[in-house]
């Protein structure tokens, strides 16, 4: 369906196609998601290596730490 000249694509294939288009061009993308019923959307957009679900508060700093080390490459 197209909407003033816009194709309109399902939900979550722009996001998709953005983090593909970043990688091609160098950009680390990983997605931190605190809601867990997201696991299969953020799965789709960043790849199974490209997320971390964390749906408990309490361990969101350790996450987050261990994280950002993977991503520094650390």
Known sequence: RSVHG??????GVDAAR???????????CFCLSLDRA??????RIFGHAGYRIVDDPARLAAVLARSYAELAGG
Do not use: T
Request: glycine share 4%.
């Open 6 to 11: 816009f194709v309109l694509l399902p939900p």
């Open 18 to 28: 953005a983090v593909v288009e970043a990688r091609r061009k160098g950009v680390r």
């Open 38 to 43: 997201s696991e299969a959307d953020v799965r």
